[in-house]
């Protein structure tokens, strides 16, 4: 064979990929100017004469197909133009559907992300509960698990000052290894060795990079400055890597971290030899595997390990059935166990993805409904001799153009969903964020979408709209074939679907969304007006435990003088926020019950609002160290005595739960020592205070246990401090007036946290009205979701009935008459759909209310919403139904009976 | 709406080459690769891929078209298609013809310039 003989091979070859329609017309001339040129070219060029003969068709084969994409695109784009009411409702629904998909994965993924910057997260693991620094020092020996161990306790809050202002800053008190486990690198100065473990050292800080960016102005030659801590000098020693907030960002984000080994003075928890204390379980433990040691061993030998502690120092527990210990995925923003991850996966998946299946369904609808309107011209091009997979690629372009045209704005509108749902402050005493905002990862998953659900709702309407059935088609002048009318058409079953889903969606929704309504504004039993907050600790800001005692009692006595201040007092816990394990047991004769625990100073029930019924409320003497005295609310009252006079009898309290409160809300476990500590312990009653209702959800009134607050709490104080409650007299700002009164007692106390009680009860809501809006929105998507399916399918039948319609209309039907015909389909379909989807709703309600809240089923059966909610649908429904109805009427009898 | 010559400018030299080709003469493929070749001593070759993909898309944009007159049957290779200049496409070539005629203008008048200033 001669080369011009292969090359004339290769070059048919190639020619052969050309697309269809070039091929058919210009494909016989290519090979035969080529035949006739190429001996000329072998013998002008040689060898590299035919390379740039073959190299010409290789570049044109793609250019061609990259043309006519773009001729689709145009053409695509023209249609789309010429039908923009069909354009704007596939572009919002499938907007909405991406939008939630995306923030489904975003939600996803920012809860299961890595902790950024550490290498090989998933060898570390973390025990569900915290321990004692001693039991952690045995796992720490545990040298063929783990490769390095940490441990840490947060959070800590810290009374930090930079530049003479004092700021309250969280952060861990860590063992050594704590960076060098995690395995992350100083962006400057070093971390910490284990000489910084050494007592008697000058203390070491490492801040983080974003509170060195923040508070330190990026200061590059920040390594070896002092920063005071608590009112003590410390020596910072490095500054984290960028991004970097610790082993638990989430829950425990932290700006700060000192050693374990730090004078108790500089952080409180360290207090009372913690270090060498069985019973203060407050150090998170987290460790790194050896490669090749699974979880599951790695488990079994922490459990043997933990059993014999138990055994040998005779703790709580010993005699415990099964597991001890229970290892997390510490590699991760939030810890979870293995296990749970698919459940994650899975909710956020058929979450998401059944949005978008609603979504998709509705369009292809909608493109079904559109096609029959263009048989004519997919006819009339198919019948001349356009491909009928070149007319499916057209088709499908245009609707991977709708699917990229919806794309972008949902993922737009998903990022600013995120950004506000990063933003809602959760109502816990120490900062908890999630970073939900979407990433690259997000941006591809919404890549990934547009393509499939660009695939999926416009694969089948283009299938069915270039089925080779072409003469029917040109003949009844672009209607297809006449059938008869189809009672039950695959479409018809999709709407009624859809109808009966969009009712239980919004059904469900508008349940919990109005029944979380219905519940806020619940806290009663005291008095929010004019009632203020503001913070204290001023340990951290370097006073001694005394001195913090002697400066509220100032303060105390200062405040009350004030002329906008109608009462004050101190306290520890509030009437309305998420307390640290804040339960305490107490035994009837033969129950152990549980109430919830208050921490309150003398005035506390004048200030509050909250009536005493019997007794007193507390005096100087009970705070004295001996005193043994409590006040108990009503409910408790009416739990133990039946309502009888209960001041002056006694009362076993202890506390018996776990220690560290297991499956806690995140900042809420309370390691403070007292409160795990605490025997039971004989207290008198010596007055009965109303009952506090302070639940987010309406829920049956809890017994209240309030202890005095004692000049030793001031030593630690719970995470939000001190609390000086005001009552103001009404239209003074008395927040700035005890600023002012603070400053000038010591300018070195930093107050936090001032807030008014109705901001506070807000906060406290935050995150059940992000739910209900939440709910109230999906709602509404199903709602608009299920109006425009059935406005495409009533489109569709009265393009496939336009015949039918126009000879009715030739015999004497009247306008009225026809559209009734038309909108009797729609009628049935909305009636049906309703029925199954009450149904169904009903079903579910009554799942939900066993699940969620007592107050379920009264709301269930709230009639506003079980009529209102078909109503409303119903309403829109029909309306979906009428507008595209209305043009039958406009159906010329005269154009539809020469189309014969 | 008939495409105005003007949008057209300034044409690929592709476009130029085949469009001039066909200036006089209606032709086949193989005698525009052939007309160019000689027209430009063999410094331009319109290989046959880039030769059709340029009529495809001069037919697409309306400058050219299948020409219905054939050579004598004894010449006739029954299998050829010949193209010819639509009025668009005459009116294209003229107008980059006459741009081209500008430019060569504007070069001569600057050299004049450089001329006299030695």
Partial sequence: MTPPAIGLRLYRALASAFPYEFKNAYGDELMQVTEDAIDEIWRRYGMLGLARLLLDIALLVPAEYLAEVRQDIRYGLRMLARSPGFTAVALISLSLGICIATCAYSELSGMLRDLPGVPDPDQLVSLQLPSSYPAYQRYRALNDVFSSTLAYVAPVPFGVSTGGRAERAWGHLVTSSYFSTLGVHPALGRFFDQADEQPGRAPAAVISFRFWQEHLGSDPAVVGKSLRVNGYPSTIIGVGPKEFLGASPALFAADVWLPVTVDARLAPELSDNALERRDLTMFHVVGRLRPGMTEAAAEAELDTVTQQMQQSYGEAGKDQKGRRVLLLNAGRVIPLRKQDLPFFREFFFVMGGLVLLIACANVANMMLARAADRRKEIALRLALGAGRARLIRQLLTESMLVAVGAGIPGFLLCVWCMHLLSQVRMPFPIPVVFDLNPDWRALLFTFGLMLVTGVAFGLIPALQATRPSLVPALKEGGHIQLRKFRRFSLRNALVLCQMAASLTLLLLTGYMGLGIQSTLGAQEGFDPRNLYLISLDPVRDGYSPERAAAFFEKLLDRVERLGAVADACLTDTLPVAIDGSPDVTFSDSHEMRWARRHVVGRHYFETAGISVLAGRSFLKEDEAGGARNVIVSQELVRVLWKGRDAVGQHLEIGNDRPAGGVGAMPGTVDFRPKVIGGERQVYRIVGVVHDVTEDMVVNKKHPAIYFPLRAADYAQPSLRGVTLMLRARPGVDAITAVRREIATMDSAIAPFNARSMAEQIAQFMSALQAASWTYGLIGVFGLVLASVGLAGVTAYSVTQRGHEIGIRLALGAQKRDVLGLVMKEGVVLVTAGALIGLAVAWAGMRALAGMFFSVASVQGADPVLLAGAPLLLASLALLACYLPARRSTRIDPVVALRQE | ?118
């Fill in chain 2, 1 to 118: 709406m008939p495409a105005h010559p003007e949008s057209f400018l300034p044409l690929k030299p592709h476009w130029f080459h085949v469009l001039l080709s066909l200036a006089d003469q209606d032709q086949h493929g193989y005698g525009i690769m052939q007309e160019v070749l000689d027209r430009t001593g063999g410094k331009v070759r319109l290989w046959p891929a880039t030769l059709y993909g340029t009529l495809k898309r001069l037919m697409d944009e309306d400058l050219i078209e299948e020409s219905a007159t054939r050579p004598a049957p004894a010449e006739d290779d029954a299998r050829r298609r010949y193209y010819r200049l639509t009025r668009l496409g005459r009116r294209v070539l003229a107008a980059e013809s006459e741009r081209l005629e500008d430019l060569v203008r504007v070069i001569h008048a600057k050299r004049g310039l450089k001329k006299a200033e030695v």
